[in-house]
């Protein structure tokens, strides 16, 4: 029986393997690109992420410098250049501007040394009188310290919207720090 010309045509493609490297190194390609925009998408994320925290950091540390004195504390009552330096040490990452502080926030209290695991525990507000002793939450011999908490935050906006996981990455990025003032 012959077979008509459409069939002997349509047999000779399906064995014809000469376009089959082209269409592999397609799918190969595509597939690493995809790959290889998440790494890109995550690591800008957590690159993000570091320097936020890197941010409040250096806004701590900025309060410090600008505000440990005796007469100055409790900073946020005494000490009138602490705005200045927390903005200047939130921006001081490659962020830059997009790094802002929380609301709510500074927040600064006196805090003790827990006797089991180290944490600290708030034993009093700023606005009354400093605690004598930490007897009461840990160690009597210990005097409370006053910490000044910071916490920032930053909207990260993903590059690869659509064939990446950047989507589904959180859009506010926010960290804290706690330092000790006096």
């Known amino acids: 029986m012959v077979q008509p010309f459409y069939l002997k045509t349509l047999f000779r493609l399906l064995r014809d393997q000469s376009g089959l490297a082209a269409m592999e190194l397609a799918l190969v390609a595509g597939t690493l690109s995809t790959v ?3 790494g890109v998408e995550i690591a ?3 690159f993000a992420k570091m320097e936020v925290q890197n941010a409040t ?3 701590a540390q900025a ?3 600008n505000c440990d004195t005796p007469a100055k504390s409790p900073v946020t009552i005494n000490c009138s250049a602490r705005t200045t330096a927390m903005t200047n040490g939130l921006q001081s990452t490659s962020l830059g ?3 802002t502080l929380s609301s709510g926030y500074p927040t600064e209290a006196y805090y003790c040394a827990a006797t089991a695991d180290g944490s600290l ?3 009093g507000s700023v606005s009354s009188p400093k605690p004598t002793t930490c007897s009461p939450n840990g160690s009597g011999a210990d005097t409370p310290g006053d910490y000044i908490v910071i916490q920032a935050r ?3 906006a993903p590059i690869f919207t659509g064939i990446t996981i950047g989507s589904l990455l959180p859009t ?3 960290a804290s720090t706690k330092m000790r003032i006096q």
């Open 36 to 38: 290889m925009l998440n």
């Open 63 to 65: 309060v410090w410098k």
């Open 44 to 46: 800008r994320f957590y």
């Open 57 to 59: 950091q250096m806004a």
């Open 121 to 123: 525990i708030n034993v």
């Open 172 to 174: 506010t990025i926010t």
């Open 154 to 156: 930053y909207t990260y």
């Open 97 to 99: 501007s997009n790094v």
